[in-house]
T-cell receptor, first 116, second 111 residues
Framework: GAVVSQHPSRVICKSGTSVKIECRSL??????MFWYRQFPKKSLMLMAT?????????EQGVEKDKFLINHASLTLSTLTVTSAHPEDSSFYIC????????????FGSGTQLSVL | DQQVKQNSPSLSVQEGRISILNCDYT??????FLWYKKYPAEGPTFLIS?????DKNEDGRFTVFLNKSAKHLSLHIVPSQPGDSAVYFC??????????FGKGTRLSVIA
C-alpha cells in the first residue's frame, strides 16, 4: 500500500533554534499534503494544507511565519518550526492523499518535537 | 467548538468481548466518516469508513454504524483482541475538505 515517510521521528532542540521535518510520499505523487499537530490527550489539529507548487493554506490561529511549509515537489513537503520555543513541543504528523481517492489518507509516523 | 466528539477518553474490554466506540458530530453537512487507529508514537492508520448514504459498513471484525438523525456513529469490534489496544479516532468531512478529528478513545483489551 501507499506509504508516507516522515523524518525525523524524534528531535530535541534548544529554544530559539529551527527544526525541519520532512514528509515524503514513497510510491505515489501527493499533490496535497496535510500537517497535523497533536497535544497530549488532544485531538489531531490540522495546521495547514500543503499544495505542490503553491503556498500552503494555514488554519486559523496557526502562525505561518513560525511554521514554514514548503511543498516543492509531488513527493516532498517540509515543515520548519522556526525559532522554536518550549510551547512548540508537540507531536507533528503529516499526511497525504492519493488524488481522486477520498478514502486514502495516509499518515506519516509522526515527529515528536521537544524544545528545551 | 468541537464538531466531532468522542466523549469517552478510555474504554477497557475483556478479550473476546465486543468493543463499542462512540462518536457524535454536530455538523449535519458531514457526508463521510472514518475511523483511524493509532499506536503510541506512530501516525494513525485507516480502519474503516462509511458514507452518509449508508447506515452500516462491515469489514471483518470491524463494523461502523451511522445514525444520521442522532448525528452519531459507532465502531464495533468483535471479538476484541489484545492487539486492538490503541487510540481510536473518529473523523468526518464534507466533500473534499480536510478531515475533522475527534479527541480519540483509548481502548484497552484485557487478556
Amino acid at each position: 500500500g501507499a506509504v508516507v515517510s516522515q523524518h525525523p521521528s524524534r528531535v530535541i532542540c534548544k529554544s530559539g533554534t529551527s527544526v525541519k521535518i520532512e514528509c515524503r510520499s514513497l510510491d505515489f505523487q501527493a499533490t496535497t499534503m496535510f500537517w497535523y499537530r497533536q497535544f497530549p490527550k488532544k485531538s489531531l489539529m490540522l495546521m495547514a494544507t500543503s499544495n505542490e507548487g503553491s503556498k500552503a493554506t494555514y488554519e486559523q490561529g496557526v502562525e505561518k511565519d513560525k511554521f514554514l511549509i514548503n511543498h516543492a515537489s509531488l513527493t516532498l513537503s517540509t515543515l520548519t518550526v522556526t525559532s522554536a520555543h518550549p510551547e512548540d513541543s508537540s507531536f507533528y504528523i503529516c499526511s497525504a492523499i492519493i488524488p481522486g481517492d477520498r478514502e486514502k489518507l495516509f499518515f506519516g509516523s509522526g515527529t515528536q518535537l521537544s524544545v528545551l | 467548538d468541537q464538531q466531532v466528539k468522542q466523549n469517552s477518553p478510555s474504554l477497557s474490554v475483556q478479550e473476546g468481548r465486543i468493543s463499542i466506540l462512540n462518536c457524535d458530530y454536530t455538523n449535519s453537512m458531514f457526508d463521510y466518516f472514518l475511523w483511524y487507529k493509532k499506536y503510541p508514537a506512530e501516525g494513525p492508520t485507516f480502519l474503516i469508513s462509511i458514507s452518509s448514504i449508508k447506515d452500516k459498513n462491515e469489514d471483518g471484525r470491524f463494523t461502523v454504524f451511522l445514525n444520521k438523525s442522532a448525528k452519531h456513529l459507532s465502531l464495533h469490534i468483535v471479538p476484541s483482541q489484545p492487539g486492538d489496544s490503541a487510540v481510536y479516532f473518529c473523523a468526518a468531512s464534507v466533500g473534499n475538505t480536510p478531515l475533522v478529528f475527534g479527541k480519540g478513545t483509548r481502548l484497552s483489551v484485557i487478556a
